[in-house]
C-alpha cells in the first residue's frame, strides 16, 4: 500500500494567495483527517471527515479555511487568502476502526507551508 | 476523551532501555490506548496499541495496570535512530466516530 500520499510537498506562497493541498487516503479508509503542526501549538486536528461527510470542523482556524472531500479518494484543504501565520506543517490522516486495528491513524508526510 | 499527561522530554544513551509512562485517570471503558512516533519533518507513526496489561511487537512493549490509568511505553536497547518524540492518545471506537488528541508528546533524545 502506498500509505496516504499528499501534495505539494513544500509550498512557498505570498500573502494574500490561495493555497490548495490534497490528499489520498488510503484506500478503504473511511475517515480522513487534516492536521495542523506547528512549534507554538503542537498538532492540532482541523477537520474529519467519515464517509466523505465533514463530522467535526471545529478545528478549523477561520473561515478562510475550507476542506472538502468530493470522493473516497480525495481531499482538499484551501486556504484563501493566505497569511504569514498559516504557515505551518499540515497532515493528512486516514483511518479504519476496527477491532483489529483499533483507532489506529496513519499519516502523510505532511505538506510544509510558508507564507511570506 | 480522556486527558492525557506525559513526561515533556526524557534523555537516553544508547543501549539502554527507555520507559515512558503516560496518565490517563479519565480513560473509558471503551478506550484504547496508543502510542505514536514522530521524527523530524515527518508524520507521526504507529508504534503500538493495547487495552489492558501488555502487548508487545517487534518496535516496543506497552505495559498496562489493572485499574488503566496510566500506560508505559517501553523502548528496548534504544540507538540514536530512536530520537523522535513520542505521543500517548487515548480514545475509543464506539459511537461511529474517531477523534483522538495529540497531547504535546514526550520529546526523546538518545545520546552515543
Known amino acids: 500500500d502506498a500509505g496516504v500520499i499528499q501534495s505539494p510537498r513544500h509550498e512557498v506562497t505570498e500573502m494574500g494567495q490561495e493555497v490548495t493541498l490534497r490528499c489520498k487516503p488510503i484506500s478503504g479508509h473511511d475517515y480522513l483527517f487534516w492536521y495542523r503542526q506547528t512549534m507554538m501549538r503542537g498538532l492540532e486536528l482541523l477537520i474529519y471527515?467519515?464517509?466523505?461527510?465533514?463530522?467535526?470542523d471545529s478545528g478549523m482556524p477561520e473561515d478562510r479555511f475550507s476542506a472538502k472531500m468530493p470522493n473516497a479518494s480525495f481531499s482538499t484543504l484551501k486556504i484563501q487568502p493566505s497569511e504569514p501565520r498559516d504557515s505551518a506543517v499540515y497532515f493528512c490522516?486516514?483511518?479504519?476502526?476496527?477491532?483489529?486495528?483499533?483507532?489506529?491513524?496513519?499519516f502523510g508526510e505532511g505538506s510544509w507551508l510558508t507564507v511570506v | 476523551l480522556a486527558k492525557t499527561t506525559q513526561p515533556i522530554s526524557m534523555d537516553s544513551y544508547e543501549g539502554q532501555e527507555v520507559n515512558i509512562t503516560c496518565s490517563h485517570n479519565?480513560?473509558?471503558?471503551?478506550?484504547?490506548i496508543t502510542w505514536y512516533q514522530q521524527f523530524p519533518s515527518q508524520g507521526p507513526r504507529f508504534i503500538i496499541q493495547g487495552y489492558k496489561t501488555k502487548v508487545t511487537n517487534e518496535v516496543a512493549s506497552l505495559f498496562i495496570p489493572a485499574d488503566r490509568k496510566s500506560s508505559t511505553l517501553s523502548l528496548p536497547r534504544v540507538s540514536l535512530s530512536d530520537t523522535a518524540v513520542y505521543y500517548c492518545l487515548v480514545g475509543d471506537l464506539s459511537g461511529g466516530y474517531n477523534k483522538l488528541i495529540f497531547g504535546a508528546g514526550t520529546r526523546l533524545a538518545v545520546h552515543p
Open positions: 471527515f467519515n464517509n466523505n461527510v465533514p463530522i467535526d
Open positions: 490522516a486516514s483511518s479504519f476502526p476496527d477491532r483489529e486495528t483499533g483507532n489506529t491513524i496513519y
Open positions: 479519565n480513560i473509558a471503558t471503551n478506550d484504547y
